[in-house]
């Protein structure tokens, strides 16, 4: 297999080599900049759009209501991690507004 540059999928701005094969037709490109962002960051990819949200790690914890999901980020407030979702306010309003309705320890980030 040849080597193949892709665009950062997360700044979208620096081309690299490094990539992730998430599904089998999905792989996102990482440069290392955002590799070195994760370590001080959460980083979610929306696997719709494309769309990625970088937000600091301890903020997003000290924001969780949830206590499991305040546990499990705490557990992985030291690990380089970029997440994907389904999908992400900007191409799916009405679902997250739903989701929060539901949810009410919904995260606020």
């Known amino acids: 297999m040849k080597d193949q540059f892709g665009k950062c999928s997360i700044c979208r701005d620096k081309y690299t080599l490094q990539r992730v094969a998430l599904e089998e037709d999905a792989v996102i490109y990482v440069c290392s900049e955002c590799i070195e962002k994760a370590r001080d960051h959460f980083i979610w990819l929306c696997m719709v759009c494309g769309k990625s949200y970088v937000r600091p790690k301890d903020l997003v914890i000290t924001r969780i209501k949830d206590l499991e999901l ?11 991690m970029i997440q994907g979702i389904e999908t ?4 799916s309003p009405e679902r997250m507004l739903d989701y929060a309705e539901m949810h009410e320890t919904a995260m606020e980030c």
């Not at 305040?70 to 380089?80: F, G, Q, R």
């Open 70 to 80: 305040k546990k499990a980020y705490m557990l992985c407030e030291n690990e380089i």
């Open 88 to 91: 992400c306010i900007s191409c």
